[in-house]
Structure formats: structure tokens, C-alpha cells
């Protein structure tokens, strides 16, 4: 019954798991960096579902 809610819920744990190391390690560009670099890639997958290149069930189009 919750299924369809827990990816979102996931992605978002996910995306503030590597944030709230990195906004300490400011005065440490690098490891600030690779931090906010590894918190994009949950969120890279909503937007690469909405491409239909990357969607390998298409629905049809509708004139």
C-alpha cells in the first residue's frame, strides 16, 4: 500500500545523506565537491525517466 511512496522517500534520504557531511567540510573544497557531486546522482534518475530515449517501454502518442 505505501510502495509507490517509499522510491521518492528513498531518494530524498539519499540526497540528504551526503549534504549534511559536506556543508561542514566547506573549507575543504575537494571533499566539499565530490560530497554535493554524490547527493545529485538520486536525483539524476527523475529526470532521466521523464526523456523517452531512456524509457524503454514508450506509450504511444496521442494526436
Known amino acids: 500500500m ?3 511512496s517509499m ?3 528513498g531518494d530524498m534520504l539519499r540526497f540528504a ?3 549534511s557531511p559536506g556543508y ?3 573549507s575543504d573544497p ?3 565537491k ?3 557531486l554524490c547527493a545529485t ?3 539524476l534518475d ?3 525517466d521523464r526523456w523517452s530515449v531512456f524509457d524503454p517501454y514508450p506509450l504511444p502518442l496521442a494526436n
Request: net charge positive; charged share 10%; with cysteine.
Open 7 to 9: 522510491p521518492p522517500i
Open 34 to 36: 565530490r560530497l554535493t
Open 30 to 32: 575537494s571533499t566539499h
Open 46 to 48: 527523475a529526470g532521466f
Open 2 to 4: 505505501c510502495a509507490p
Open 17 to 19: 545523506a551526503f549534504p
Open 41 to 43: 546522482f538520486p536525483l
Open 24 to 26: 561542514p567540510h566547506r
